[in-house]
């Protein structure tokens, strides 16, 4: 039982480029998120799915899209990467059943250049 | 807008002492309180999660809940140089899908 998984777990990109983030759970989970981290500023959440066919913006969603693509796979997609999205990016999925607790991905640490 | 507020720290305490961290949270629709641990580099990981007012023992861990405070703490009794790591503290409506953290307490724990 992996809960979930993220790739890649380190990327450099330049000024411009585009990327895809991966995310996958097996908890049979409904929901799925898409978090940022930077120093000194906790876990800003950018996207979030409460359903398979359902995405709506959390707290900093700019520059960024998402895609769900069936209930086990949310993917972040950048389109022109900027130095400011320069980050420790996490995929979490909640176990709504149960605690509300948060399963985290180990985290994609990515650098735009 | 909806804020979760932690003093960053650090938090120096000697081993064997009591660490105590604090949050303060703005929304009074907030329903569910978590603590959060997360080593350097490495994912956040749930050590204790809160619904009612009041104080919640898991081992050598006290979350404490006031919601006319809105106030939540972490007690770490027998603190160990393991406990050494950023506590977040995380707050939640759960109508909203919305779970916000703050920004982290760093501890320290000296041998």
């Known amino acids: 039982n992996a809960g979930v998984t993220q790739t890649p777990k380190f990327q450099v990109l330049k000024t411009g480029q585009s990327m895809t983030l991966q995310c996958a759970q097996d908890?049979?989970?409904?929901?799925m998120y898409w978090y940022r981290q930077d120093p000194g500023m906790g876990l800003r959440l950018i996207y979030y799915?409460?359903?398979?066919?359902?995405?709506d913006k959390g707290e900093v969603p700019n520059g960024y899209n998402v895609s769900r693509l069936n209930k086990r796979e949310f993917s972040l997609r950048l389109e022109s990467a900027a130095p400011s999205q320069t980050s420790v990016y996490f995929c979490?999925?909640?176990?709504?059943?149960?605690?509300?607790?948060?399963?985290f991905g180990e985290g994609s640490r990515l650098t735009v250049l | 807008q909806k804020e979760v507020e932690q003093n960053s720290g650090p938090l120096s305490v000697p081993e064997g002492a009591i660490a105590s961290l604090n949050c303060t949270y703005s929304?009074?629709?907030?329903?569910?309180f978590f603590w959060y641990r997360q080593y350097s580099g490495k994912s956040p990981e749930l050590i204790m999660s809160?619904?009612?007012?009041g104080d919640k023992e898991d081992g050598r861990f006290t979350a404490q809940l006031n919601k006319a405070s809105q106030y939540v703490s972490l007690l770490i009794r027998d603190s160990q140089p393991s406990d050494s790591a950023t506590y977040l503290c995380?707050?939640?409506?759960?109508?909203?899908?919305?779970?916000?953290f703050g920004a982290g307490t760093r501890l320290t724990v000296k041998p």
């Open positions: 979490a999925s909640p176990d709504r059943t149960n605690t509300g607790e948060l399963f």
């Open positions: 908890m049979n989970h409904n929901s």
């Open positions: 799915s409460a359903s398979e066919g359902t995405t």
């Open positions: 929304d009074r629709g907030s329903q569910s």
């Open positions: 809160i619904y009612s007012n």
């Open positions: 995380a707050v939640n409506d759960y109508n909203n899908n919305d779970m916000r």
